[in-house]
Structures are given as C-alpha cells and as structure tokens.
C-alpha cells in the first residue's frame, strides 16, 4: 500500500518568513495530493490540493509543488501569520484505481513566532 | 448547514464496557471513514465505507466494528474498549460522484478516554 513520508514533524519560523513542509510518497501510481490544516482542537481540514497533471499550484500565500519523478510534493507558506499556526497533514491517493482513500503523512506543527 | 456531526465529543470509560461513537453527515455523501489521531502518529484509518452495507478494513481496526445501514449513518463501535484505545477519534465523509476531488469532511471529533 501507499505509505507518505513527511518533514519536519515541527517548525518555528518568525512571523512574516516562509515555511516548508516536504512530503514523499511511495505509490508511483498516487495521482491526488491534498494538504489538510488542523488548528488546535479542530477538525481537519483541506487547504489546497494538487493533481498529478500540474506540477504547482498557488492559492493567495500557500503554494503546492510536485515532483511525480521523484515522488515528493511540497507546501510553501509565503509571508507566514500567527494564524497559519497549526498541524499540517499531507496525504496520498490513487484515484484512477477507483479507490477513495487518503495515506496521510504524520504532521507538521507549525508554530509562526510574532 | 452542511456538517458531519459525532457523539458524543467526550468521553470516559472503563476498560471492557461496550460503547458507540456516532456519526452523521447530511450531504448524501457515498464514503465514509472513521481515524484515530495520536501524537506523532497522524491520522489512521480504522474502517471505510463506500455505500450502504459496504464497509472495508483501514490500517488499524483491530477492537473496533463499524456498520453502515443508511447513508448518512456511520457508527464506530467498541466491542470491549481497552485503554490502548484512548485516543481523539474523527468521523469524515466524502463525496464519490465524478468530478470531485474527493474533498474530505471532518466531524469535530471524539476524545475517548479508557481507563
């Protein structure tokens, strides 16, 4: 099965600096890449999402970049806030076997420093 | 509102005491799937589901069933809850029609204690 790797299981940056968040999947045939965000004490959930057709994708300050040859994709946060403060879960999927489950990474703690 | 809504969000129990964590979501969506959440251990699947009276093992569902009767209805059941089983547990749905990303819904969560 699919297995997703994901780095660092934490990170400090100050407030306005950018954050990275690198993930790697295993199952060459995973063609769905979504990134959840969990505040404290909520729920999950989904902030960007990334096919295998597209190599990036940019929504306001996050950005998601894959690399299907080297099977890894990445969230960048520009110009970080205190509310991006968070847990951040990468997660696999592959669509075209016509299954619907998600492989998610481990978390990111994101801590962004005033 | 459209929600996937658990009960109960607390609870504590004793070790062998049956209980059920409930969960319903009102968006008619066919997939269903219950996760354990424990530090630096992420999010796991226990059970799934892809409609009514299909219901498929995740990666950890040892101690746990789940039934699917209705669509909107997707019980976690504890059969003799053990304290390894402590943990914050998430209900989410997901449509399956073509064309959808296959977005997840999460509950809000229920943070089970067994002692």
């Known amino acids: 099965g699919e297995n997703v790797e994901q780095h660092p299981s934490t990170l400090s940056v100050q407030e306005g600096d950018s954050a990275v968040i690198k993930c790697t999947y295993s199952?060459?045939?995973?063609?769905?890449f979504p990134w959840y965000k969990q505040e404290l004490g909520k729920r999950p959930q989904l902030i960007i999402d990334i096919r295998s057709n597209v190599g990036e994708k940019k929504d306001q300050r996050i950005a998601v970049t894959l690399n299907k040859t080297a099977k890894h994709f990445s969230l960048h946060i520009t110009e970080t806030q205190p509310e991006d403060s968070a847990v951040y879960f990468c997660?696999?999927?592959?669509?075209?076997?016509?299954?619907?489950?998600?492989?998610f990474g481990k978390g990111t703690k994101l801590s962004v420093i005033p | 509102e459209a929600q996937v809504t658990q009960n109960p969000r607390y609870l504590i129990t004793v070790t062998g005491k049956k209980l059920t964590v409930t969960c319903s979501q009102n968006?008619?969506?066919?997939?269903m799937s219950w996760y354990r959440q424990d530090p630096g251990l992420g999010l796991r699947q226990i059970y799934y589901s892809m409609n009514v009276e299909v219901t498929d093992k995740g990666d950890v569902p040892e101690g746990y069933k789940v039934s699917r009767k209705e669509k909107r209805n997707f019980p976690l059941i504890l059969e003799s809850p053990s304290p390894n089983q402590t943990s914050l547990y998430f209900c989410a749905s997901s449509p399956m029609t073509s064309g959808n990303t296959g977005e997840l819904f999460f509950g809000e969560g229920s943070r089970l204690t067994v002692l």
């Open positions: 997660a696999a999927r592959n669509s075209g076997a016509g299954s619907y489950q998600l492989t």
């Open positions: 968006m008619n969506h066919e997939y």
């Open positions: 199952d060459s045939a995973s063609n769905y």
